[in-house]
């Protein structure tokens, strides 16, 4: 068992709880058998009651509202003014975002589903025999060069091909072959 | 969750909301620590007003630097902290015996709740609390914000080690010195 001298140091973290639980119990056999170290342990506790009933709180009644008002004096950093003014604006810029990001993704969606079937329509329109785009025409010698036949998707056009495509520089001739 | 959780509004949404400058959420802050800051302030400088005048700039000072508030401790503790501090240097900057209260101590004795008149027992109440406010005077402030942080707040020992940023050995001992200096005070007072 612990000696009165060490317990004395001891007594009030004991009193408030804060002891190791092993030194707890040291503690509390010893004052349980020691009374000069139970006086001590009670006269800690009176200066607790003394001291509670010694310092007493002030009314806070209109605390809050005189922290505010000192806080509104306060200059008001330019961010944080501004922000005031935008931030309402904000939302509804927000919104129209959204709304246009929305649309501009609905078109793409739509363009990138239609373009498929509307080339496929193009090269199987029977009718097409020759479309030539001519800018200008550069009589300077240049040679044709030609770029290859797109041979047709379908098994029995294989042997043909649907267009012949010629191109220099400047000029562009895509040709389509008469189809029957 | 609890009930009391549920009505309450969450404390990270309000700094949150007090940060981007809503008064009305930094409001709810103050209402919710207001008692315990004033008992902060009161526990380094035990004189009212200046305790009220500090809690103030208490708040006044956190909504300045909320912006430089990290959660890393709790609000709480960071309120408490600028309190102390701020009590603890205006009691450094008036000297030790500028808050010795003659009037002021003896009119706060005199507000004491009084159910027995002026019989033995009020006026040795009485005179216990005078020497014990001069007494607490006598403490350094560090000393006496322990032990009243301790006794009346009710912080646990990493509390006050928290707010006052002292380790909690430190918190220990002076906590010891401050209650065996009382002690004999209070010995003395019941024994006349």
Redesign the interface.
């Known amino acids: 068992m612990p000696a009165c001298d060490q317990v004395k ?1 001891l007594l ?2 004991f009193d ?1 709880g ?1 002891l190791e639980p092993h030194e707890m119990e040291d503690v509390a056999l010893h004052v349980v058998s020691c009374g000069a170290c139970k006086v001590a342990l009670d ?2 506790r ?3 009651v ?9 009314s ?1 009644e209109g ?2 509202a ?3 008002k ?3 004096q ?1 200059p ?1 950093p330019l961010v ?1 003014r501004w ?2 003014y935008l931030a309402p604006l904000a939302e509804h810029v927000g919104a129209s975002l959204s709304l246009v990001a929305a649309g501009a993704f609905a078109a793409l969606v739509t363009v990138w589903l239609v373009t498929p079937f509307a080339d496929r329509l193009v090269h199987r329109s029977p009718h097409l025999a020759q479309v030539a785009s001519e800018g200008k025409n550069d009589v300077g010698g240049r040679s044709e060069q030609t770029l290859g036949a797109i041979p047709s998707g379908s098994s029995d056009e294989s042997q043909s091909p649907m267009i012949a495509l010629s191109n220099d520089p400047t000029t562009t001739v895509i040709w389509l072959p008469n189809q029957p | 969750m609890s009930k009391e959780s549920r009505s309450e509004p969450d404390e990270s949404e309000l700094i949150r909301k007090a940060k981007r400058g809503d008064g009305e959420a930094f409001g709810v802050l103050v209402e919710r620590y207001q008692r315990r800051v004033i008992g902060v302030a009161l526990a380094v400088v035990h004189n009212q007003e200046d305790a009220l005048e500090l809690a103030q700039e208490t708040f006044v000072r956190a909504y300045e630097n909320l912006g430089s508030f990290e959660s890393r401790s709790s609000f709480s503790t960071w309120l408490y902290r600028i309190a102390a501090n701020l009590a603890i240097d205006l009691r450094r900057r008036e000297g030790r015996h500028s808050f010795v209260r003659g009037e002021e101590a003896e009119g706060e004795i005199d507000r004491l709740p009084s159910s027995i008149g002026d019989s033995f027992a009020e006026l040795s109440r009485s005179e216990l609390n005078r020497r014990l406010r001069a007494a607490l005077d006598e403490l350094t402030p560090e000393h006496r914000a322990v032990i009243l942080l301790r006794e009346v707040e009710g912080l646990s020992y990493d509390e006050i080690s928290d707010i006052l940023q002292c380790p909690r050995g430190t918190v220990m001992s002076r906590l010891h010195y401050a209650r065996d200096r009382l002690r004999t005070i209070l010995k003395s007072v019941e024994q006349g």
Do not use: K
Not at chain 1, 50 to 58: G, K, S, T
């Open positions: 140091l009030g973290p408030d804060e006269a800690y009176s200066l607790g003394a001291l509670r009933d010694c310092v007493r709180q002030p806070v605390f809050t005189a922290v505010l000192r806080i509104e306060l008001q944080m922000r005031h």
